[in-house]
């Protein structure tokens, strides 16, 4: 077996490195800067020295940030092509890098196939019952002729709803249909034979909103397919909460929970290093996950972050006099804890952005020159190692 305690980055793709000058990011300028990720020489020190990849979603989508996929098998052309994929695969490779991609199962795009056939069928029965032998699609979502919680109009009718958690463009998948299973468990192959090494997947806490034991049988299942055929693919998934519901979710035997905990502006490590809690917090927690994951799951590998795509970046926790050793401490105390750690791509270099997601998901430093970074962050250029 693999080892899967790795040091994973986490790389926007669109904000990372553009390879053909179109002004965004994409697969080639990726696997040109992997030197700096890592050279894939033990000797040399001047890369991270990361050994794993997370890349945000890679498939099409109509959106910057590709979480609403409308096509589960290919890239999206911003991005590159298969080939360029294929290439970034195999120069990670020769590294040491494992590449595991975001895969967003809770929702598929508005503009997805899947969901357009579903919407046009519906909207063409009216009031009747839908048929899933003339139309498998409309088991994939959840429609309704009520309008539940969450639920928006399916365009062009005044009869059918359907469940987008997120918003309108986000419709939610039905992942207890057998079909869409099915589908799911090709997708993920489809991947995993390409040399993918796992996935990270996305908003597991809403597969079925507010039902953390359904969602644990999804992360279940999943994790079985997966691990059936590639017992050496990692899984982490991403249930935004507190560790009382995220620590129950390794009931599913899933590798990885991100650790949310520790993470953010006012969680464990930021708390320790603004000097609001004891240090021993931080050593006592560490202490007591052992106990807390290892009761749901003995080989469970812990996911520590300090910053994601979803939060403000860590140089802006602190202010004033010692706030650059205060970044610098807190990261460290990131990448001490014991599992996969995860860094941020730019958080390495002390960038900083905040407030709407955008600023969060700001193009990469490769430059000390102010006029090649982005206006904004200009005046933070700060180098951490
Ligand atoms: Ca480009
Ligand atoms: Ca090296
Ligand atoms: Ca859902």
Redesign the pocket.
Known sequence: MEDNYRTYYEVFVYSFYDGNGDGIGDLKGLTKKLDYI??G?????D?L?CNGIWLMPVMPSPTYHKYDTTDYYSIDPEYGTMEDFEAFLSACRERGIKVIMDLALNHTSSEHPWFQEACSYLKELGDGEPDPGECPYVLYYNFSKEKKSGFSPVKGSDIWYYEAQFWDGMPDLNLYNEELRAEIEKIADFWLAKGVGGFRLDAAKEYVTGADGSNIEILSWFNDVVKEKYPDAYLVAEVFSDMAVYEKYYDSGIDSLFDFDFANKDGIIAKVVKGNTPASFYSQRLQEIEGIFSAHNKDYIDAPFYTNHDMGRSAGYYAGEGSEAQTKLAGAMNLMMSGSAFIYYGEELGMKGSGKDENKRAPMYFSSDPSAVCAEDRQTWMILR
Request: net charge negative; hydrophobic share 20%; charged share 35%.
């Open positions: 890592n050279d020489d033990p000797v040399t020190m890369d020295g």
